[in-house]
């Protein structure tokens, strides 16, 4: 991600992307792999998780430069494994943050890490972290070059209608929330 010359307008289309991303993740856990049945795992109305955008344009922003850099040992790259650990970090604490967020806010969080090994108050947990590590690369090293490559092909009118409709769109779901 380039940031020296980056608009508000693509950063937010990054942003909501990967907030629909976290929307299916949760999705597909929950059906899939859960088997509980669908409901709408998001806070909000519309199909996206602003806690996945967030961690997903806080470490894009953190940690491309230490992805371009080439830190080795010997003939080991290590610098893809320094990015997942950054990942795991930033994710981990971002969800501790969002918990205490939501718990103050709305009285609970969504989710409860109590039954994993390694957690901190059912709040955060060592299995899930991984997991976030994991997703955090494949947007790192696959879904964001993708991301740009298509932005870059786009009409700048495009651009600005996409961010006119899905911003306003998405700041009604925002104060929808806040006015429950």
Known sequence: ?????IYFKEVFLNFLFY???GWIYEVFLEVVV?????SNRGVLFGPYLPI????????????SNLKSRKITIGRIN????????????????L??????????????????YEDYFLNFQGRV?????????????????GLQPLFEKWISKLNPKVINI?????????LLDVAIYFLK
Do not use: H, Q
Not at 95 to 112: F, H, I, P, Q
């Open 162 to 170: 996409l961010f006119i409709v899905l911003f306003a769109l998405f």
């Open 34 to 38: 859960y088997r509980w049945g669908f």
């Open 78 to 93: 290590l610098s893809p494994f320094l990015v997942f650990l950054g990942i795991v970090f930033i994710t981990t604490l």
């Open 125 to 141: 947990a060592l299995n899930p972290s991984i997991r976030f590590g994991l997703g955090g690369m494949v947007i790192m090293y």
């Open 19 to 21: 907030c629909v991303i």
């Open 52 to 63: 996945y955008g967030t961690g997903a344009m806080i470490f894009l922003i953190l940690l």
């Open 95 to 112: 969800e501790l943050a969002g918990s205490y967020v939501m718990e103050y806010t709305k009285g609970d969080w969504l989710w409860n």
């Open 1 to 5: 991600m380039k940031f020296k010359n």
